[in-house]
């Protein structure tokens, strides 16, 4: 990772600005070379192997740092400066100078992406490739060069805030211990991972007030003795879910899957198949979203900025409910007490069931996305194709995280009350956000 990023920046401008000029707008391949530069974090994201709560925190910071580089480019865009905690207003442009803020955003995500990654050489060539691509608009090199500055210095102040966020302390803080508890999380196979990410609560939040703030009612009482109790339904209805899987049913686990830890296992040997993270596949429907409505460069900006902050504000909430509930998975209690031989249709990810994760973040994201698109915006997904899955459509963002939640029942590693509540928690937060943020 980067460690001295901060020194080669340069020093925040902060005096003001007057009207945009003709120079300070490209054509609209600008929307293209962002929505490119995303998808290459996204799988610089995916090759370092990156958990969810770590990549919604890349995308973050790196879509803020865009919004605030490029929303000059619309001198009605408000900052988020104020909007979002800690964070202080940002760099202005010099009004004797001039720009290409599509540039100048471009360059700010891709380098605040590679100072929170670890293939930093990939993501320099990203970064080299978008400085060419404005030189072949026949961009005047002092305006591309005022650009490169104005973003350095967003990705200074960004990175500068994300650095007071708790996330260096977090690496320190204890593992997950095991607790003697029948109805707690236990590691699973086959990789019988430690439980990834335990102080995630302490992180941070973006807009939400607190961790806590949507909290969850607690999980069904742990009760696996008794046939008529509500666990033992519910651990019955994903046995039973995947026993009887339809083709269809096995689809769609499938392509919201979305692990990055999954692990194949040839004998004696453990290999990881890298995958996209339940973040990052709405980011990338963030893309196929805002091309659809030829949102113009700022709407954009918004769209993955808006997003982001659901994203990871969304993964507080959710992982601050895993590690107080610490809820035991469906693999454990059915392996334990119904049938040894039982596998889920999807490899059980490593951290407590309760609440889960794609229904959190799937809702935050769809009520911002349906915020700026419209309740009846049908698109499709085709997120999946690169990963050997088929595309799917959808007729709103609604119906994506209501299959990306239920995917978790058909794929055997959540019970039915992680996902509706699950669900409801991510539709408050979402609420909460859009409600919060203005744009203009």
Same mark, same amino acid.
């Given at each position: 990772?980067?460690?001295?990023?901060?020194?080669?920046?340069?020093?925040?401008?902060?005096?003001?600005?007057?009207?945009?000029?003709?120079?300070?707008?490209?054509?609209?391949?600008?929307?293209?070379?962002?929505?490119?530069?995303?998808?290459?974090?996204?799988?610089?994201?995916?090759?370092?192997?990156?958990?969810?709560?770590?990549?919604?925190?890349?995308?973050?910071?790196? $879509?803020?740092?865009?919004?605030?580089?490029?929303?000059?480019?619309?001198?009605?865009?408000?900052?988020?400066?104020?909007?979002?905690?800690?964070?202080?207003?940002?760099?202005? %442009?010099?009004?004797?100078?001039?720009?290409?803020?599509?540039?100048?955003?471009?360059?700010?995500?891709?380098?605040?992406?590679?100072?929170?990654?670890?293939?930093?050489?990939?993501?320099?060539?990203?970064?080299?490739?978008?400085?060419?691509?404005?030189? $072949?608009?026949?961009? !005047?090199?002092?305006?591309?060069? !005022?650009?490169?500055?104005?973003?350095?210095?967003?990705?200074?102040?960004?990175?500068?805030w994300a650095a007071k966020d708790n996330y260096k302390q977090?690496?320190?803080?204890?593992?997950?211990?095991?607790?003697?508890?029948?109805?707690?999380?236990? %590691?699973?196979?086959?990789?019988?991972?430690?439980?990834?990410? %335990?102080?995630?609560?302490?992180?941070?939040?973006?807009?939400?007030?607190?961790?806590?703030?949507?909290?969850?009612?607690?999980?069904?009482?742990?009760?696996?003795?008794?046939?008529?109790?509500?666990?033992?339904?519910?651990?019955?209805?994903?046995?039973?879910?995947?026993?009887?899987?339809?083709?269809?049913?096995?689809?769609?686990?499938?392509?919201?899957?979305?692990?990055?830890?999954?692990?194949?296992?040839?004998?004696?040997?453990?290999?990881?198949?890298?995958?996209?993270?339940?973040?990052?596949?709405?980011?990338?429907?963030?893309?196929?979203?805002?091309?659809?409505? !030829?949102?113009?460069?700022?709407?954009?900006?918004?769209?993955?900025?808006?997003?982001?902050?659901?994203?990871?504000?969304?993964?507080?909430?959710?992982?601050?409910?895993?590690?107080?509930?610490?809820?035991?998975?469906?693999?454990?209690?059915?392996?334990?007490?119904?049938?040894?031989?039982?596998?889920?249709?999807?490899?059980?990810?490593?951290?407590?069931?309760?609440?889960?994760?794609?229904?959190?973040?799937?809702?935050?994201?769809?009520?911002?996305?349906?915020?700026?698109?419209?309740?009846?915006?049908?698109?499709?997904?085709?997120?999946?194709?690169?990963?050997?899955?088929?595309?799917?459509?959808?007729?709103?963002?609604?119906?994506?995280?209501?299959?990306?939640?239920?995917?978790?029942?058909?794929?055997?590693?959540?019970?039915?009350?992680?996902?509706? !509540?699950?669900?409801?928690?991510?539709?408050?937060?979402?609420?909460?956000?859009?409600?919060?943020?203005?744009?203009?």
């Amino acid at each position: 990772m980067t460690q001295n990023l901060g020194i080669i920046l340069l020093t925040v401008i902060t005096i003001s600005w007057s009207c945009t000029t003709k120079e300070n707008t490209i054509a609209i391949q600008d929307s293209d070379i962002f929505h490119k530069s995303v998808k290459a974090v996204t799988d610089i994201i995916v090759h370092d192997i990156f958990s969810p709560p770590v990549a919604s925190r890349i995308y973050a910071y790196s $879509s803020i740092a865009a919004y605030e580089a490029g929303r000059w480019q619309d001198s009605t865009s408000l900052s988020l400066a104020g909007q979002l905690h800690e964070l202080n207003p940002l760099p202005q %442009p010099n009004k004797e100078l001039k720009y290409c803020f599509p540039c100048a955003a471009t360059l700010a995500f891709l380098k605040v992406g590679k100072a929170l990654t670890f293939s930093e050489d990939s993501i320099q060539i990203n970064i080299d490739a978008v400085k060419k691509h404005y030189r $072949s608009l026949g961009i !005047n090199s002092s305006v591309l060069q !005022n650009s490169e500055n104005f973003a350095d210095e967003n990705v200074a102040h960004v990175l500068e805030w994300a650095a007071k966020d708790n996330y260096k302390q977090t690496r320190s803080f204890p593992k997950y211990s095991l607790e003697k508890d029948p109805s707690t999380w236990k %590691p699973t196979p086959p990789g019988y991972m430690d439980g990834i990410e %335990p102080s995630w609560n302490k992180i941070r939040t973006f807009v939400i007030d607190s961790a806590q703030i949507f909290a969850p009612p607690p999980p069904t009482p742990y009760n696996i003795m008794d046939k008529n109790s509500q666990f033992y339904k519910e651990v019955l209805e994903v046995y039973q879910t995947v026993k009887n899987i339809s083709q269809e049913q096995e689809a769609i686990a499938n392509f919201w899957d979305c692990n990055p830890y999954k692990l194949n296992i040839t004998g004696h040997v453990m290999h990881a198949v890298k995958k996209i993270t339940p973040g990052g596949h709405w980011i990338n429907i963030v893309q196929v979203a805002s091309q659809k409505a !030829n949102a113009d460069f700022v709407k954009s900006l918004q769209s993955y900025a808006l997003v982001s902050l659901c994203l990871a504000d969304g993964f507080i909430s959710c992982w601050d409910e895993k590690y107080r509930s610490k809820y035991v998975r469906p693999e454990t209690v059915i392996n334990e007490f119904i049938d040894q031989q039982w596998l889920p249709i999807l490899q059980t990810p490593p951290f407590p069931e309760y609440t889960s994760g794609h229904s959190v973040i799937s809702n935050a994201a769809a009520v911002a996305m349906t915020k700026l698109y419209g309740d009846n915006f049908s698109f499709v997904d085709s997120t999946e194709i690169e990963f050997g899955l088929a595309a799917r459509s959808f007729n709103s963002f609604y119906h994506a995280a209501d299959e990306a939640a239920i995917s978790r029942l058909y794929g055997g590693i959540h019970f039915k009350p992680a996902i509706e !509540n699950g669900s409801t928690q991510g539709k408050k937060i979402g609420e909460y956000i859009v409600d919060k943020i203005k744009f203009e």
